[in-house]
T-cell receptor, first 114, second 114 residues
């Protein structure tokens, strides 16, 4: 299975700033995804990161707030823009190697906004 | 839209006991996948077990097995000979065949006591 590395593992940010989270996979993958996990909650899909084109966002998530890049088959970034305390969550990257196979996850980024 | 429900927010058992976590889901599709993921305090989402809906045989991975009841839309996880390292949040997830999005349940916090 693919090994997925996320950076940073955690950060504390000031209100109104932006943070970019990186996700690196050790092999080429078919699809990459970004999830949010609010405190004590389950995972919610933010968007599917598409290689070479705009990400596909789920209802309730917009590109201006969560811009996503995927320049190649092994790397993606998620930016959390103009952060507020409500954005305090764990953000997880996942990757799919082959259609029909399980998604594998990175270790997540714990983000706290003061 | 598909939904996944885990009705047990928390469970606690003694080491070496057997524990069963419940999951029900709602879908009108016939072909799909079901998963159990484990999330220890380290945050990483770890795949525990996977079931294809077209397979009648219940999936098994060492101490972990499922009871898949397609007609009842039920997918429970049984952990035998529980160990302290099994302490974690457990999430049930659904994936429609052909669509890569994972839909997660609310999670069950499982504590294994020494």
């Amino acid at each position: 299975s693919a090994v997925i590395s996320q950076k940073p593992s955690r950060d504390i940010c000031q209100r109104g700033t932006s943070l970019t989270i990186q996700c690196q996979v050790d092999s080429q993958v078919t699809m990459m995804f970004w999830y949010r996990q609010q405190p004590g909650q389950s995972l919610t899909l933010i968007a599917t990161a598409n290689q070479g084109s705009e990400a596909t966002y789920e209802s309730g998530f917009v590109i201006d707030k969560f811009p996503i890049s995927r320049p190649n088959l092994t790397f993606s970034t998620l930016t959390v823009s103009n952060m507020s305390p409500e954005d305090s969550s764990i953000y997880l990257c996942s990757a799919l190697t082959t259609y029909g196979e399980p998604q594998h996850f990175g270790d997540g980024t714990r983000l706290s906004i003061l | 839209a598909q939904t996944v429900t885990q009705s047990q927010p928390e469970m606690s058992v003694q080491e070496a006991e057997t524990v069963t976590l419940s999951c029900t889901y709602d879908t009108s599709e016939n072909n799909y996948y079901l998963f159990w993921y484990k999330q220890p305090p380290s945050r990483q989402m770890i795949l525990v077990i996977r079931q294809e809906a077209y397979k009648q045989q219940n999936a098994t991975e060492n101490r972990f097995s499922v009871n898949f009841q397609k007609a009842a839309k039920s997918f429970s996880l049984k952990i035998s000979d529980s160990q302290l390292g099994d302490t974690a949040m457990y999430f049930c997830a659904y994936q429609q065949q052909g669509a890569q999005k994972l839909v997660f349940g609310q999670g069950t916090r499982l504590t294994i006591n020494p």
